[in-house]
């Protein structure tokens, strides 16, 4: 059996890019244990230009990453959809994002919505909702409305960060069988 390399302490800011809302997490990794430091969502729709929205997300990353000092920041990669424009502007928001963390030397990860949802519930094509139920069980904090889905998406993104570092993926082939591996993550 391998052995699991200790992380003695790290923060990962998490993005889950968007052009109305994108949402992000800061957790703290310590002694392999993942915890909430801060999460929340950036609302664009009130800005009138494309332009506007991608400076106020680079201003918000550059701030999030002066507050929390992240070791690394891991983003959603963009799904591929049928409407070329959205895709574009997505793009452009994660471009700005990425620029942040980058022009203060913060190393960047991509990665796929399935896998991120695969690391974080054993399904890769679970629903936003219960991303979010796992990831309240495991950094053991609740939300009530779903105007947060975005910000539990972007933790979701750096615990899946988290777990392909530090060889912690669950490996389940299904969702019964992630729960009987796992009990202490679902309450």
Known sequence: MPTQ?????KIILGV??????????????????????????I????????????????????????????DEMALEAPFYGKNVQSMLKLGRAQGVAMAAALSL????????????????????NASKEQVASMIMSILNFKIEENSMLDATDALGVAL???????????????????LSENPGRVK
């Not at 109305?20 to 990794?29: F, P």
């Not at 392999?32 to 969502?41: A, D, E, F, R, T």
């Not at 899946?160 to 969702?175: I, L, V």
Request: positive net charge.
């Open 5 to 9: 390399k200790v992380i003695q302490e």
């Open 43 to 70: 609302h664009l729709s009130k800005y009138e230009t494309h332009a506007l929205k991608l400076k106020k997300i680079y201003e918000r990353i550059l701030q999030l990453i002066k507050d929390y000092s992240p």
């Open 160 to 178: 899946c960060h988290f777990y392909q570092r530090g060889n912690n993926t669950p490996k389940s082939k299904s969702w019964k069988a992630f």
């Open 105 to 124: 030397e913060i190393p960047i990860v991509e990665y796929a919505p399935k896998k991120v949802k695969q690391s974080v519930t054993g399904n890769g």
């Open 16 to 41: 889950d890019p968007g052009t109305n809302v994108m949402g992000y997490g800061v957790i703290l990794i310590k002694k392999n244990k993942p915890s909430l430091l801060q999460y929340g969502v």
